[in-house]
Structures are given as C-alpha cells and as structure tokens.
C-alpha cells in the first residue's frame, strides 16, 4: 500500500486513501471515505462515510468526523475536537436526509475541545480555539473563542494574533512580517501570500 494503517485500525472498503497517508490505533475509517495524501489520523478516530478530507491534514486523537464535513488541505483537528451533523437530533426520529454541511476551508485549525454545531463554514486559516463553541461561519483568519464562539480578532497564517490594523486597514504578522488588509466589508486579505504557497516557520 502507498499509505500505512496500523493493525489495530479499520479501514472500510470501498473507500479512497491518498498516497503518504498515515492511520494510527483503533481509528475506524468507513465505506465511501475520501481522505487526501500524506494526512494522518491518530488514536480513535472515526471517519463516517461520504467524508471528504483534503490533503496534509492533520486529525488529532479522539476525533470523530461525521457524514456531511468537507475539510480542505492543510487543516488542524485538535484532540477530542466536535462535530456535528443534525441541528435538532432525536433519537426517536431519523434524520439521516437532513444532514447540513459543514465546510473547514484550506489551513483552518480547530482546537482542542472545540465544537463546530453543523451548516457552518469555517473560513480560510481561520482559528478556533481550544474550547470554543462555533455556532456559526467563521470568516478567513478569524479568531473565535469563547462559548458561544466570539470574532475576538484576526489570525495570520503561521498562528499569531494580528495587531490593530493602522491607517490604511494593514495588520502585520509579528512572526513572518507578511502584511494583512482588513477591508471596510471585515474582509481579511493576505497581501504577500498566494492561496497555493506553502508555509515555512520564518523564525
């Protein structure tokens, strides 16, 4: 195989694993799962079917991801991280068509503890964090704590809270020194970055 699973882990057939990628013990991977090249996914995980995960993404222990999330490339799950699928669930009444989508766009983190309630989209390296409850979207680079999940400010690529922006909407990351716009709209731009390079820690 050109991806690892170790023995205690289930992998479902069919399903479709990227090259590189890595299954640690006693995570479950369902029928009809579509995970990405070189992602791994530690202790007990459960992936659901019709799962979508991009690639390098990075699922922490105890994390269960459930029909109906989409996750980009170079997403962060951390430790015991929540999803969910139904807004309403009953155990008395099945609502397996009612399912809302849950969308993490490319690079976003989810925290330790946090929970995402489904039908959100959680914007570009956007950050949650460790024990947040995210009721709604989250816009690119934002930073929500708190429960329930407050916009508390803005977040670089590399993890590090923006400053006030000045005059002109600029915000620099204190770590790389790549320079971020806040529009009138609250709109958050990277100005020194393309949306496909790659991140390298700069110091």
């Not at 069919?14 to 070189?38: C, L, Q, R, Y």
């Not at 490339?73 to 989508?101: E, M, Y």
């Not at 460790?130 to 690119?140: S, Y």
Request: aromatic share 8%.
């Amino acid at each position: 195989m050109s991806w690892f699973k170790h023995s205690s882990a289930y992998v479902d057939e069919p399903s479709n694993i990227g090259e590189g990628t890595k299954i640690w013990h006693f995570t479950h991977i369902m029928k009809d799962a579509v995970i990405g090249k070189n992602c791994v996914l530690g202790q007990n995980c459960h992936v659901a079917s019709g799962v979508i995960i991009g690639n390098n993404v990075r699922v922490q222990n105890n994390v269960s991801i459930y029909s109906g999330v989409v996750i980009e490339d170079d997403v962060f799950l951390g430790p015991s991280c929540v999803f969910t699928n139904i807004v309403n669930p009953r155990a008395q009444i099945s609502r397996r068509h009612q399912f809302a989508q849950t969308m993490l766009k490319r690079g976003s983190t989810i925290c330790a503890n946090a929970t995402v309630i489904c039908g959100s989209t959680i914007g570009r390296y956007a950050f949650i964090a460790a024990g947040a409850v995210t009721t709604r979207n989250v816009p690119d680079y934002g930073l929500m704590t708190g429960v329930p999940g407050v916009l508390k400010g803005w977040i670089s690529r590399h993890g590090y809270l923006l400053p006030e922006p000045d005059e002109n909407g600029i915000m620099i990351c204190p770590n790389s020194g790549y320079r971020y716009q806040k529009t009138p709209e609250g709109i958050v731009h990277c100005l020194d970055l393309h949306e496909d390079m790659p991140l390298t820690e700069t110091s």
